[in-house]
């Protein structure tokens, strides 16, 4: 009896996300009842590009985001069950597992580093802090579930844990090297993984990437008012992707970054099974977008409103990100008050705008897929770096 107790409460731990009921309303972000507390035995894990804003500056963004994407990809595919909180950062991504599950993703991580250092030419930083090491710590690591649709949904992350995570992996301590006895990557370590729209142009002026980290005794308030201001500022028609802004045309260099993503490692025969499997796939979506025919149940109409609704364009982890299609005058107005917030001691920010916005898809069939959605030239990297600035002029 005390055995099935045991199993029982560990059974409860590992799957308390994928009980968890979604809230719906984005205005309820800093909403108590929406959150619960990371069981003790999780783990954070954390995957950073190291000289990411050096590649941006290279005109690699596209690279870095395929990569920060990759690294989820590669454990989801792994985990038991993907009904797992991660968030996608641009340049990295946090994950969070349950301990359970550390001797499963063992691969994904190995894959994920071949993957940086083969088919990229990048460093990637890896790591993993135990929940109970944070919680000795004081800090907290609270978890909600954003529905943004029937079929999808977004983990949203505060209470300071994922931070101190952070500074823990890149002082070099928990570091998760390649030392990994098996050398082969499996051949669904990125499965799903896929860059193949067009970016999205902005119709209003400019993709605006926003960083907003409050601070002082009551964040939570900040974070709500500044929700509301920008709510505001902004016109109906200002999310990032819409249906009227979609490309449905294929440029080669997505495909070839994808293919290069899907056959690190894997053998000649693979490649080309591969390469033909993509040709098939993309044909027939770009017939199918053009016609307006479906196939069996599939609709590349009802495919694409799934996109435009699945798509991570607002989001929380330990900061507000998002991403706008705005004005220029309300770009000017948004800066204008974040700037009066932060001379009034209440928040930090970075801010980087660009014409375009990328989109990356996680599509584990053509009925289960979210989409990553970020600013070109940069994006949320670049507003991390004016952010950080900030945050080293205010100490």
């Given at each position: ?19 968890l009921?979604?809230f719906?309303a ?5 909403e108590?009842?929406h959150?619960?507390?990371?069981p ?20 690699r963004?596209?690279d ?12 989801l595919?792994r985990?038991?069950?993907r009904?797992?909180p991660?968030v996608?950062g641009g ?8 301990q359970?599950e ?5 691969p ?6 071949r ?10 930083r890896?790591?993993m802090?135990p929940v ?6 004081g ?7 954003f529905?943004?649709?029937t079929?999808?949904s977004?983990?949203?992350?505060r209470g300071?844990?994922v931070?101190?995570a952070?500074?823990?992996v ?9 030392v990994?006895?098996s050398?082969?990557?499996?051949e ?11 970016p ?10 926003l960083?907003?980290?409050?601070k002082?005794?009551n964040?939570?308030k ?6 509301e ?7 109906s028609?200002?999310?990032?992707i ?11 260099s997505s495909?070839?970054r994808e293919?290069?993503?899907?056959t690190v490692?894997?053998?000649?025969a693979?490649?080309?099974r591969?390469i033909m499997n993509?040709a098939?796939?993309?044909v ?17 109409e009802?495919?694409a409103?799934e996109?435009?609704?699945?798509s ?6 330990d ?19 974040l700037?009066a917030?932060?001379?009034a ?19 584990f ?7 990553f959605?970020?600013g070109?030239?940069?994006?949320y990297a ?5 952010l950080?600035e900030?945050?080293?002029?205010s100490?």
């Open positions: 009896m005390k055995d099935f107790a045991i199993i029982s409460e560990r059974n409860k731990s590992q799957f308390f996300y994928k009980k009921a979604p719906t984005f205005s309820e972000l800093m108590d009842r959150y619960r507390q990371v003790d035995d999780w783990v954070v894990v954390l995957t950073d590009i190291k000289g990411s804003t050096q590649a941006i500056a290279e005109n963004y596209k870095v985001n395929l990569l920060g994407a990759a690294s989820i990809v590669a454990i595919n985990v038991s069950d009904m797992i991660f996608f340049d990295g991504a946090t994950i969070l597992i349950h359970s550390l001797e499963r993703i063992a994904a991580l190995q894959a994920t580093l993957l940086a250092r083969e088919a990229f030419r990048f460093e990637m890896i790591g802090v109970s090491e944070l919680s000795a710590q800090f907290q690591i609270e978890v909600a579930k529905g943004v649709s079929k999808a977004f983990a949203m992350i300071g844990g931070s101190a952070e500074k823990i890149k002082s070099g301590r928990n570091l998760i090297e390649e990994f006895s050398t082969e990557v499996r669904s370590a990125f499965e799903g993984l896929s860059c193949r729209w067009n999205v142009r902005s119709r209003r002026g400019e993709m605006v990437s960083l907003i980290l409050a002082g005794e964040t939570k900040t974070y709500r008012d500044v929700l201001r920008i709510d505001s500022i902004l016109s028609d200002s999310q990032a819409s249906l009227d802004k979609i490309d449905p045309g294929v440029r080669l495909l070839k293919f290069d993503v899907q490692g894997q053998s000649f693979r490649k080309i591969r993509i098939i796939e993309v027939t979506m770009r017939v199918l977008t053009v016609t307006g025919w479906s196939m069996g149940s599939f609709s590349a009802k495919y409103g996109m435009v609704a699945q991570d364009s607002k989001k929380f982890d900061m507000l990100r998002m991403i706008r299609d705005c004005s220029r005058e309300e770009h000017r107005k948004i800066e204008e008050y700037t917030e932060r001379h001691g209440r928040l930090n920010y970075g801010l980087h705008a660009s014409n375009e916005a990328m989109v990356t898809c996680l599509v069939h053509l009925d289960d897929h979210i989409h959605v970020d070109c030239d940069g994006g670049l507003a991390a770096k004016r950080k900030q945050l080293a002029a100490t």
